[in-house]
């Protein structure tokens, strides 16, 4: 990749889709916060816990971030932690952004919603006061978790309707089918949010099938093995589904084994509306700008899927068309320039 290439995807502007803000936890985060709230860690220091992201699939990599997200007590700590996921946001040129969050997480330990909410969302809005920068929530339910336990965890939420924009699902995809979730996710819809779902990360294409069919989620979340099934290829090219995929996040959890096998040219060269996005960033080895330069370093891909990454990572957003256009004109006028 030229130096220009680099510079280009680094500068562009982007937004981000597909991001777990307690996956933005940083060791040093996770061990100040420990200490701050007098909790007691099972390692022994920063590298000790660094080492242990050696992760051989999604479970594996479950295990310790579940770990991490124990030591998130205050609302102060959900503030910290949103606030600096966002500043590196802001340093990557991201124009707007689509956080999820775990509530059960936090809930199951017994730190209360309205904190968990109440810090994050304080954070997004200092974003946008300081930066312009545009950020808006969307609530996952743990799918290893029952329906029930959604239920009520969209109940404790309502109150909060106001502070997110949507629902996900994440989480163990394996033997946790979308289709669990079909009667959580009819009644969200009955309600307004906006609907999105992990499937075919590690799950077959099924997933994602019944993803659409039956949780009828507007985006897919990774939905990389789309590819296996030509039915399903041709059929999320020409609905424009967004997959939002998360590079980095694919070769730490093994998806593919190399980032030169990853398969992003492919989606683009099918005709998929791809989007590139940071996942879980501490845990993964970076950033989003860190994922589209790997990708470009690694892959033939050139400044024509630049534009084309970056005009998807707006089209697939959840904002108002108004705002959708300027961003979008945005882009056109950056790559006119640059
Ligand atoms: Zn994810």
Known sequence: MTEALSDLVRSMPKAELHMHIEGSLEPELIFALAERNGVTLPYASVEDLRRAYAFTDLQS?????????????TERDFYDMTWAYLERAHADNVLHTEI?????THTERGIGFPIVIGGIHRALTDAQKEWGLSASLILCFL???????????????MPHRDKFIGVGLDS????NPPEKFERVFARCRE??????????EEGPPEYIYTALDKLHVERIDHGVRCLEDPVLTARLAREQVALTVCPLSNIKLR?????????ILELLDAGIAATVNSD???YFGGYVNDNYVALFESLPLTRDHAYRLARN???AAFIDEEAKAAYLRQVDDYFATA
């Open 313 to 315: 990572s707006f089209a």
């Open 191 to 200: 309600l307004g949010l906006h609907l999105v779902a992990h499937a075919g």
């Open 100 to 104: 999820f969050f775990d509530p059960q």
């Open 280 to 282: 879980d960033p501490a």
């Open 255 to 263: 998806v593919f084994d190399r980032i030169h096998d990853h398969n």
């Open 61 to 73: 990599f479950l295990d310790i971030y579940y770990a991490g997200a124990s030591v998130l007590q």
């Open 172 to 175: 163990s995809e394996r033997g």
């Open 143 to 157: 799918r290893h978790l029952s329906e029930a336990e959604a239920f009520a965890t969209l109940e404790e939420a």
